[in-house]
């Protein structure tokens, strides 16, 4: 009886369902601290350690330092505390909001939430530098130390702060909160730069050709190829025959017939069009436009497109050309 119904394939079932899932598998689901995640949660305690360390003296308490200096906390010391811990305050703050209120404050100008903060540490982080890298230069010239501790201490708080921010991608399990970030529109001060259109010049007008200059020796002469009064011929065929000798001893005065007519379609006109529409240029960018209040100049018939020139000198292509009065 036991063997007919014996339990242990569901045993067995049931342990593979509560298994931990494989290791291609782990990065769907995050665990953390509450509603933050780790990387989150290292980074508020990076900044809380900091915060509390602000407020104690950047100077010490020595022989001669306390004569030259008040003593006081980088917030008493003008605005040096703006970037030392103001901004990375206002980072933290937004990483905060933004787990409580995620339709709240997502980006500041072009910068999203976590961009500001690396931004925010990294500015924090130089600042820092440069107070430590004065004290360490003056205390080997002159031996006089009088950066404290809380200097030192700030600025390795900030490059820890930089390595939770910047270097995050790249740093397990930090990593994992960028592996699946929704995937949302660039601000428009974020996304790739526009192409720069040359402007179009207008052409120059030719110089006119120069008349022939006069003879000195009076008028030219008759040229040799010139056509003589010819005498009525009772064929045709005898015509045809003197003009197809001609054509031949005097190939380039028959060449010069067509380029005396230019082609319709080369020919400017005006054109209204029914509707406002845009005029683009090459990369399908608008120009400017033309409508129904202004006839518009168009210097080119292309079948599909018309290519317009403004009053100002720019030139565009006119894609839609439906219903379009010519002039």
Do not use: C
């Not at 980088?74 to 605005?79: K, L």
Request: charged share 20%; hydrophobic share 45%; glycine share 8%.
């Amino acid at each position: 009886m036991s063997d007919e119904y014996d339990t242990t394939p569901f045993a067995d079932h049931t342990s593979q369902e509560t298994a931990a899932p494989p290791a291609d598998q782990r990065g769907s689901v995050q665990y953390g601290v509450g509603p933050f995640t780790i990387r989150e949660v290292s980074l508020l305690g990076v900044w809380l350690l900091a915060f509390i360390v602000s407020f104690f003296s950047i100077w010490v308490d020595g022989p001669g330092s306390s004569a030259l200096l008040d003593l006081g906390s980088v917030w008493s010391s003008g605005i040096d505390w703006v970037l030392t811990i103001g901004v990375p305050t206002v980072a933290v703050f937004l990483i905060v909001l933004r787990r409580f209120s995620p339709d709240g404050i997502r980006r500041v100008g072009s910068l999203a939430v976590d961009q500001f903060a690396s931004v925010a540490f990294s500015v924090s982080a130089v600042v820092w530098l440069g107070v430590l890298w004065t004290n360490v230069a003056r205390g080997i010239q002159t031996g006089l130390w009088l950066s404290s501790w809380v200097v030192w201490l700030e600025f390795f708080l900030m490059v820890a702060g930089v390595f939770l921010t910047v270097l995050a991608p790249f740093i397990r399990p930090f990593d994992e909160d960028f592996l699946r970030e929704e995937q949302v529109l660039a601000h428009r001060n974020a996304r790739p730069v526009r192409p720069v259109t040359p402007r179009p010049t207008t052409p120059r007008p030719r110089p006119a050709a120069a008349a022939p200059e006069a003879s000195p020796y009076g008028e030219a002469p008759e040229p040799a190829y010139a056509p003589r009064a010819a005498e009525p011929v009772g064929e045709q065929v005898g015509v045809e025959a003197a003009s197809d000798d001609a054509t031949a001893a005097f190939p380039f005065a028959v060449e010069e017939e067509p380029a005396a007519a230019a082609p319709a379609a080369s020919q400017a006109f005006w054109a209204l069009s029914p509707v406002e529409r845009d005029v683009v240029d090459e990369n399908g960018f608008p120009v400017f436009t033309v409508g129904p209040t202004a006839w518009a100049l168009v210097i080119e018939d292309r079948g599909d497109r018309f290519v317009i020139r403004h009053e100002d000198g720019r030139v565009g292509y006119l894609t839609d050309v439906s219903g379009v009065t010519r002039g």
